[in-house]
Structures are given as C-alpha cells and as structure tokens.
C-alpha cells in the first residue's frame, strides 16, 4: 500500500475499523466474495463508495468465513438498512472450474490466488446465513452472479435449469445490471422508513422481486413459467429472446415470470399456490447513465489499491488491472457467448476526457508506476463516443447488436473522439505509452460509411492504434472462421479479420515494427462441428498461427449461447441448432486447435489438416437438446462485467 493511504481511507471491514472512524453503527453492509480492492474495476467497492458519497455509513466485509459459528457474519452487528451481498466480479461457479469442470488452479480475486476463500455460488450460501441471524433484515443481492440469475436459466454446473435467485438464496431483491442507480434509490427509501424485509419496495427500476399475486398490465412481457421451462426446452428459448430484448432497449417493459404453470390444476396461479411466492417481476432498467453520472461513479474517492490487511499478498486481477483506465460502459457487439448484452446492454455510456485524464493522474502518481498504461480501454476498446445518430430511432430500437449482422446504417462509427482521448493521455508527463489491451472491433475500423470524415478517422485510428498502442502483440477475436458459425456467434464473417490482418501487416511494414496478431478462437460453439474445427485448423495454418489463444465454449447462465447449447433451439428463430455437449466431443473439436503440436493424444499432429480433415460444408443439423450455462466476454477487465477464460489465457480475455 501506498504509504499516503491510512487505514480510515478504506471502507471499514472489522469493528476495529468501525471505531476508528468513531461509528457505533452502519448503515448497509456488504458481503464480498472477492477481496476488497478499493478501485473502481471491484463492483463492491463500487457500490460502497457510492453509498458512501451519498452519506451512508458502509462497510465491507471480504470473503467471510462461511463455516463454523459465523463469527464474520456476526462481527459488525445489524445494519441500519440492509445486507448487501456482492458475490464477486464472476460468476462464482465460472471462477471455480473451467469448461471442463476442472477445478482452477487459482481464484483471480483471492489474496495469494487461493481458491478455498469462497463457497460456491456466495450469493445463496451468504443470503442463507444471513437469514438465519438476522431473519427481518433485508438482504438485497447484486453483482454478475444474481444479475445472470434473474429469471430461469440453465446453469452449467448442475446440469439444470434453476428458477430465478431469489427463489434459491431467500434474498429480498436483485438489483440488476450496474448497482449504482437502484442501489441509491434502495437507501434512500429505506432509509426514509419505506420497505422492510417483508414489504420491499417494487417501483425501484432495474430491480427483480418476487411476488405473491400481481396482475399483469397491458404492457407487461409475461415470459414462459419456471415449471414450463422445465418441461419444454422450447419455452426457455422462447423467454431469453425477450429478455435480451428488453436488458438492449432504451425504454424496455417490466417482464414477469410466473413460477408455476398458470394453467396449474385449472386454477389461477395465485389461488393454487398459498404460501409460496408465485411471481419473478423484473422491472425495466434504468435508462443508460450519463457521462455526468459515470464521471461522478469513477470520480469517487478509491484509494485504488487492496485493503491494507492483504499487505504482501498478491492478487491475481488486481495485478492485471492496476494499470488500466476503463473508459466506457455498454456494448453493443452483441456477441452470444457474452454476458455484457443482458448485464450491461448495447448503449455506450462514456466519461469525459476530463474524468479520463484525473484518473490516468493517479495511475501516474503510483508507486511502483513506470509510465506504460495497460489498457485504455473498455467491454470493446474501440467504442467509445458511438451511438446512433438518430437517437429517436435507438429509443424503439430492439435489436440486440447494432453491428450484427450488418453495421447499422444509424450507427455513427466515427473514432475521432477516441483519438483524442488516446492524444491527451499520451501528451500527459509521466505517461511513456499508452497500451491498448481491451479487444479492438476490426470490423468496425473496416466499415466504409456514407460519413467521409468517420472513414478518414478509422483508418487514422488504424494507424496510430498499430503504430502507438500495442506492446509487440496485438490481441484480436475473430473467433472462428466459419462464417456459418461466426454467424451463431454474432461476430463478422472470417474474410474481414484476412482483410484487417493484411492491412496490420502492410502498416508494421510501413513503419518498420515487428508485431503480431494473436486471434482468439472458441471450440464447442453452439452451431460448430467438428468439420468446422477442421477447417479452422486448415485455415491458420494457412496463414501461419499456431493458436495460443483459445477457449472451449463454456456455457455461463443467461447468455443466447447458452441457451441454444442447452435447448438446442435458436431462441430468435426456433430453429433446431447442434452443439457438441459431451466431454468427448468437445475434447474432439478443442483437438484441432493443437495441430501443430508433436502430441500423441492428438490424432491431428504431423499432418496438414488440409489433407486429414478437409472442411466440409455442414448442414444446420438437428440436436438432441441436452442440459445446460459461458464466460467468454472477451472483454475487457472491469471486474463489473463478466470475464472471459480459459485455461491458457486466464479468465480475462478482453475483445
Ligand atoms: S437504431 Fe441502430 S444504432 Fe440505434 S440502437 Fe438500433 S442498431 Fe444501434
């Protein structure tokens, strides 16, 4: 720790803590699953500085011991307001195991990378203790785990469906997507007498309860039931294409999922079921935040370093974001296998230069800062200052990718602001170089708009992007290079990633610089065959990678992925889709990756896959729709999202 920092500049995390800043209560506590970083990449510091700033007293508590007499539970006492529970930047159960279900080797965001520090699925195993001490105090669930789990979704590791969190954890609320905004107004009205653990608050935006009887309005999604969903795979796929809908829409409809059957025993469902709450009501989200409001979130006072308790320990994404300045929120890729579209949706919120600049000031006056930025950066490092240029067409707007499949005619891609927040950053003293290390959109820069000036800027970007802000490798994600596949995965057809490859090869010629790309690539992909894999092997070959950089499709809760890898059904068209789901099979397609590698195990190594496995055209066939849950937002570190892994490239793949 910077010797600058004093205990009290934390959030407090023991009653020692409590007293030094002289408080005999608080008013909200925060369970984390994670280690406590104060900086703003660590959703529980993010929630708690913003409680803070708004006047509460709030406290921490990082990894509480869930075994034994609960003392951590214990320690600090009822809160005035509520429990909050953060289970951690990922999923917990993503965390833990690879696609395989091999337990990890570390736990990213545990002093020292030690993985006995969490329970599995922290957002249940913490709510439940809780009830069992304090039952009429509320305990409010946020972070990626529960935001994933609002409604029925399929859950990987346990091979089943699961109805929405709540019903699992006992916990009063999800507050969805980025806390700040419901999390405030959860306070505020607590905190003016409103709610209890028994009658909470259901007009809060971006909130999930459940309900013993609602009557749905005009206006109201009304999904497939929890107990239909368990009898039809069809009804799952059918739910997740409005709730990825309504998590991308500017103005989006409150969705509300009933339990059981309404048709339950020819009864109404609120009348066949007495004691048990019958209703999952998800109210719309608040609308996308402002610069102003996203300044003021990253303007707040994080020391920006690990509680002092870690001294000397080492924390695995800490060390990899300690560097980095996040720059925007939003995506609006749209990839499947990504968790950003439900979580965060496709509208860009950015900060303004001026918030960017203060913040890349601190990073400068770090201790053991040698003036090279990691990343500037965000879920996609090349989307910043994008947006529709007719905003009332965005308003009604559903689509889930404004450049999947086509580049939206309405979306202004101009990067010029980009640069120029990449210009005032590298003017700064004290800054050698600015890296740029979250996934970089190539088809964006490739698209030719009608907008002359947004083209000119895109090929500077290019440029100065090649020349200025890459460290010798430059990491990109075509993912695949079927187009057939790339198409279930929302990404753009293989040949732009040949074209952008050959323009990043002119450029370093130009300028005399020895760099690679390093594509990403994903095995197991709902729609991939083995065929498919086949060719891939081919294809890199061709060009000359020999594949570092690559991941086995892990299905992660509420992702389109996943549920078509569980379902078997696209849940836009309905259409059968095939994914490969045994260990064999996977193992089968992941072998291709290696073919260069002398590797008995490998029945690809030591001949061209041109020759043993040539692609083949593959039908969309049927599947048995079988079980199942995915982390490969190939996105950047904010811990606020979802990460991606695998085993070779952690668990924190940016695109
Ligand atoms: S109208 Fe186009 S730019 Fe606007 S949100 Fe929709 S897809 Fe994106």
Redesign the pocket.
């Known amino acids: 720790m910077s010797s600058e920092y004093r205990l009290t500049d934390f959030l407090p995390t023991t009653k020692k803590e409590l007293e030094l800043r002289g408080w005999d209560y608080v008013d909200v506590i925060l369970f984390s699953a994670d280690a406590y970083v104060d900086h703003p990449s660590f959703g529980a510091a993010v929630i708690g500085r913003t409680l803070e700033a708004a006047g509460y007293r709030v406290a921490i508590v990082p990894q509480p011991d869930w075994h034994g007499d609960y003392r951590d539970f214990k320690k600090l006492g009822r809160p005035r307001l509520f429990f909050g529970i953060a289970p951690g930047c990922m999923d917990s159960m993503v965390n833990k195991y690879t696609a395989a279900r091999r337990l990890r080797s570390e736990d990213a965001y545990s002093p020292d990378g030690r993985h006995d520090l969490r329970p599995e699925y922290p957002t249940i195993v913490y709510t439940k203790i809780l009830k069992q001490l304090y039952p009429d105090v509320p305990v409010i669930l946020g972070g990626i785990e529960a935001s994933l789990r609002r409604v029925t979704h399929y859950d990987y590791w346990q091979d089943c469906l699961r109805p929405c969190i709540l019903v699992d954890s006992g916990a009063d609320m999800i507050t969805y997507g980025m806390g700040e905004k419901p999390t405030l107004e959860l306070a505020r009205r607590f905190s003016e007498g409103e709610g209890s653990a028994i009658d909470i608050p259901h007009d809060i935006p971006q909130t999930v309860y459940l309900a013993d009887d609602i009557t749905p309005r005009e206006d109201d999604i009304v999904l497939h039931s929890h107990e239909e969903c368990l009898r039809d795979k069809r009804a799952e796929a059918e739910n997740y294409r409005h709730v990825e809908e309504q998590s991308n829409m500017m103005h989006a409809q409150r969705i509300l999922q009933p339990l059981r059957s309404l048709k339950s025993e020819g009864r109404s469902l609120t009348s066949a079921i007495s004691h048990q709450p019958s209703w999952v009501v998800v109210n719309p989200p608040y609308p996308p935040m402002t610069t102003a409001e996203l300044d003021a979130s990253f303007d707040l006072p994080y020391t920006r370093q690990p509680h002092p308790k870690y001294k000397g320990k080492r924390i695995p994404a800490y060390d990899m974001i300690k560097f980095s300045v996040n720059i925007h929120r939003g995506c609006?890729g749209g990839c499947a296998f990504c968790t950003i579209s439900a979580h965060q949706g496709?509208f860009i919120t950015c900060r303004s230069k001026e918030s960017i600049i203060k913040e890349v000031k601190q990073v400068i006056q770090m201790p053991d800062f040698k003036g090279y930025l990691s990343d500037l950066g965000g879920p996609s490092a090349n989307m910043y200052g994008m947006?529709?240029r007719n905003l009332n067409?965005?308003e009604r707007?559903k689509?889930p990718s404004?450049i999947h499949p086509q580049i939206?005619p309405?979306?202004d891609t101009n990067h010029s602001r980009l640069l120029e927040v990449y210009r005032a950053v590298d003017a700064l003293p004290g800054i050698k170089k600015s890296f740029i290390g979250s996934g970089v959109r190539y088809d964006l820069l490739l698209h030719r708009s009608k907008d002359e000036a947004a083209n000119r800027a895109a090929q500077e970007y290019t440029r100065e992007l090649i020349t200025r802000h890459v460290s010798g490798r430059l990491k990109v994600a075509p993912e695949h290079t079927s187009d057939r596949v790339l198409h279930f995965m929302r990404k753009p057809p293989f040949q732009q990633f040949e074209d952008f490859k050959r323009q990043f090869d002119r450029i370093c010629r130009e300028e005399h610089l020895n760099q690679q790309i390093i594509p990403y690539f994903i095995s197991s992909h709902p729609g991939c065959h083995e065929q498919d894999m086949a060719q891939l092997a081919a294809i890199t070959r061709r060009l000359g990678f020999k594949l570092e950089q690559v991941q086995d499709f892990t299905p992660t809760p509420m992702t389109i992925a996943t549920e078509t890898w569980y379902t078997g059904y696209d849940p836009y068209t309905l259409e059968p889709v095939f994914s490969a789901k045994t260990p064999k099979e996977k193992e089968a397609q992941r072998q291709y990756f290696f073919w260069y590698k002398d590797n008995p195990q490998n029945p690809h190594n030591s001949h061209s896959p041109q020759k043993s496995h040539s692609p083949q055209k593959q039908p969309h066939s049927p599947q048995k729709p079988h079980s199942p849950h995915s982390p490969h937002d190939h996105h950047r570190t904010d811990p606020r999202s979802e990460k991606p892994h695998d085993e070779k490239r952690g668990r924190h793949r940016r695109h």
Request: charged letters at 15%.
């Open positions: 609006f496709k947006h529709g067409a965005c707007c689509r404004c939206c309405n979306l």
